[in-house]
């Protein structure tokens, strides 16, 4: 079993930036992908970014160019770097990570941007 905790979501005026942060625990060794998806009101949920155990990373469209994931592998932290961020980004954030054949997810963090 995995466990993944996400913070660092919050209120933020559009241009803004803010960084989520999600540590895995447990039996979290070997943990391949890790990644970040989205869901905003009355939408399904969406993939944002993922990032594999060697670095490479994938990015929506959407956020490419203003998001960067990144990884502590020795701290089991996946990170998500937002700038210039848009009212249409407001959300609520998942991290989420594979290992063993099995999908985790978090609970989710908040992420609310102002015009």
């Known amino acids: 079993q995995v466990q993944l905790v996400e913070s660092g979501g919050g209120l933020v005026q559009a241009g803004g930036s803010l960084r989520l942060s999600c540590v895995a625990s447990g039996s979290a060794f070997s943990i391949n992908v890790m990644g970040w998806s989205r869901q905003a009101p009355g939408k399904q949920r969406e993939f944002v970014a993922v990032?594999?155990?060697?670095?490479?990373?994938n990015y929506a469209d959407s956020v490419k160019g203003r998001f960067t994931i990144s990884r502590d592998n020795a701290e089991n932290t996946v990170y998500l770097q937002m700038n210039s961020l848009k009212p249409e980004d407001t959300a609520v954030y998942y991290c989420?990570?594979?290992?063993?054949?099995?999908?985790?997810w978090g609970q989710g963090t908040q992420v609310t941007v102002s015009t």
């Open positions: 989420n990570a594979d290992q063993g054949g099995y999908h985790y």
């Open positions: 990032i594999t155990s060697g670095g490479s990373t």
